[in-house]
């Protein structure tokens, strides 16, 4: 894996889904969709779609997780929940969260129509991790175990020229234990 660089598994940005910060999240979903039918067979599906700003720069990511926490507008109360695990907020505690602000007591049809209108920038999750085009699949191993995240940004020089993802990287070591 040492001789392999992330530029061999990058997914191009002109490849992955994006979408404009003022964009619904049923515009996202959309994107996401289109982004799908157009992957070459094998490849792992799009799990996520990038958010740009009014400048074209890629401002944040709405992964599946984020889809889900959007279709809930109480979670923005609770402000960053993994911060709230990380520090070591007790199940407990967390209980008598969900039970005082009651998440998910709508039906899902009401969540699902109510989310269609959310706004991305709103829903984003902020993509502050980046690893180069051209280190090695071992630094890029590194980083994502380090920030366990399911993706990062890739970079040439100070641009982004596309997305790693972790399930690719995770393939490509399957493959090669195989070997």
């Given amino acids: ?29 959309e994107a996401l969709d289109r982004a799908q039918e157009s992957l070459p067979e094998g490849r792992q599906p799009f ?4 958010v740009i700003n009014s400048d ?6 709405i992964g599946q997780l984020a ?11 609770l402000g960053d929940l993994d911060q709230l695990v990380r520090a070591g907020v007790s199940d407990e505690a967390q209980s ?11 039906d ?12 991305a920038g709103d829903a984003m999750h902020p ?7 051209s280190d090695s699949l071992n630094e890029a191993l590194h980083k994502i175990v380090f920030y366990q995240t399911l993706s990062m940004l890739v970079t040439r020089e100070n641009d982004i020229v596309g997305i790693l993802r972790l399930s690719d990287l995770f393939e490509e070591i399957a493959r090669q234990m195989k070997c």
Avoid: W
Wanted: net charge neutral; proline share 4%.
């Fill in 67 to 77: 889809f889900l926490k959007a279709l809930e507008p109480k979670y923005a109360a």
């Fill in 96 to 106: 008598l969260m969900m039970e005082h602000f009651r998440f998910f007591q709508d």
């Fill in 47 to 50: 799990r996520a779609v990038l």
């Fill in 127 to 133: 993509l502050t991790e980046s690893v180069a085009e």
């Fill in 56 to 61: 074209g720069k890629i401002v944040g990511k």
């Fill in 1 to 29: 894996m040492s001789d392999s660089r992330v530029k061999d598994l990058m997914i191009p940005l002109d490849d992955f889904p994006v979408v404009r910060e003022n964009a619904t999240l049923l515009e996202a979903i």
């Fill in 108 to 119: 899902i049809n009401d969540l699902c129509r109510r989310a269609r209108t959310v706004i």
